[in-house]
Structures are given as structure tokens and as C-alpha cells.
């Protein structure tokens, strides 16, 4: 069985459209500086979907989401949510950073408590406490983020993410810092927050695996500019099988997904070579 192709464009998603990214492309700098980081991409996320991308370094991930974080505006294109246009950051999208974006000066606790306090939302500290156990670091609380390991902080990301209760989760190669144990650890624990919720989540990974064992769809991009290669409908994610990443079905999807991929980092390698 090998993977379905989807159009994550199509009518029928636009009728019941969380997301919506419209010819959105996204040039940094100007004249002979100028960096094309993403070509004109068209996706709609569901709710409930779980969307993961992957594709060659630099193709433009991180930028496509900071685009839909209201971190960047688009140079083309725009993007809607629930209707309205992204016009900059929100509480209603939470977003987990490549690289662990804490308060230095704050303890971990107070870290994760910040979102919910700044919002006037009932004790915050005990909502932080909260999730701080679901990333298995309650026993770090009063520590600061520099005691931690870069994992550790990783995880203080994530529970800051998830502290808000945000309808959609944007999250960049939020396991790549972790170990093995912890990251199907977390994988499990992302995909149960997931299943119960219903979130709306957009993932960036670099991993394969991490991509079919969470997504209802993966998104293979190209090298840069960025633009969408192929998309997967994938069902492993509902899966009642916790070793359903041993299956026949899983390795062959997986075989699919890393052939796409390798033309695409060789072209993205030649680039290299050729600037
Ligand atoms: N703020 C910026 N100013 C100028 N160029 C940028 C900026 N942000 C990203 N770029 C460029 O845009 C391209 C895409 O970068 P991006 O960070 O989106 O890639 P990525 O796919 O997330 O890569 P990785 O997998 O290595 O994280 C790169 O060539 C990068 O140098
Ligand atoms: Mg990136």
C-alpha cells in the first residue's frame, strides 16, 4: 500500500477551511540580495488536521510557518484564519520555535505561567504546574532555563505552547534537540493531546518517521524556493498500534516519502554548490 496523494486545495476543504494559504509566497531582501524563500503555495488546513512538512534545509519551513505565526507578512499572497486575514501573532495559535525562545530571567514555572497570567486567565501558575508534568518536568519548576538541557528546554517550549489551550499548534522540529526515549515519548503524548482536542496542528520535522507516525497529512517541499512537491493523505496517526512504525505498510510509505525527498536535497545540495 503506498501513501494517497491529496490536493490539500480543493473545494471541499475550502468549505470547512481552518487555514487558508493563498498563492502566499515570501521574498526576503531586495535587488542583487534578494532571497526567494518561498514560491506561491496553496494549502488549506482542516480543522483537526495535523499537517506535517517536511523538505531539504532552507527550503523555506520555518518561513511558511513564521508566515502563518503573523511573525513575517507574505511578499504575495494572503493567509486566512477562520476567515480573517493573519495580520500578526495571536493567543489562538501556539507556536514552539526551532530553537527554545524562553525568558532567561524567569523560572521555568514562571516561564510557562507568562502566556496564561498575561492573559487574565485563573491561576496560571497551577495550569503552568500542569503541563510542565505532561513534558515530564515538573521536578524542574524552580529552576532557571539555563540549568537545562537544550532537550529540557525544548519541552519548556512545548508546555508554554500547550499552557494557552491554543485551536491551532505551530510547531518547528519541536523533537529535533530530544533524545530518542523522549521523543516517541512526547510523540505519543502530542498525538493523544491531539486525538482528545482536535487541535488544528501545522509540523515542521525533519524526520519521516515523526511525520507518518503523527500526520493525517504529510506535505513534501521542494528545494528553495519552497513550493509544495507532492502532498499525502496518511492514516498511521490513527492507529491504535503504539508499533505501527514496524508495519510493511509504514516502511513503504516511508521508502515514498524519502525518494521525494532525495531528489529534492540533491537539488538543494547543487544549489549550494552553484551560489
Ligand atoms: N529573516 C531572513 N532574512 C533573510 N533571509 C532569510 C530570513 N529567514 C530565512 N531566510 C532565508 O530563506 C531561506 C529559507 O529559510 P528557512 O529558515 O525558512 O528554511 P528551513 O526550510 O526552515 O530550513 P531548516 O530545515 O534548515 O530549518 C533560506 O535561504 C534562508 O537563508
Ligand atoms: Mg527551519
Known sequence: MTLEP???YSAARHAQAKLVLESVSKQFGAGDQAVQALSPVNVVLCPGDFVCIVGPSGCG???????????????S???????????GPGSERGVVFQQ?????WMTVLENVAFGPRSRGIDRPRERAMHYLELVGLAGFAQR????????MQQRVGIARALVNEPEMLLMDEPFAALDQQNRELLQEEIKDIWRRTGKTVLWITHSIEESLFLA??????????????????AGFSRSEDPFVSTTTAFSEAK??????LREESLAARSQEVAS
Open 144 to 151: 532557571y532555563p539555563y540549568e537545562l538541557s537544550g532537550g
Open 100 to 104: 527554545g525562545a524562553l525568558f532567561n
Open 6 to 8: 491529496v490536493d490539500l
Open 255 to 260: 521508502r515514498q516519502i524519502l525518494g521525494l
Open 77 to 87: 499572497g494572503r493567509l486566512l484564519l477562520d476567515k480573517r486575514e493573519i495580520v
Open 216 to 233: 493525517t497529512h504529510v506535505l513534501v517541499m521542494t528545494a528553495r524556493p519552497g513550493a509544495i512537491k507532492a502532498a499525502f493523505q
Open 61 to 75: 519551513k520555518s518561513t511558511l510557518l513564521n508566515l502563518v505565526a503573523g511573525f513575517e507578512q507574505p511578499s
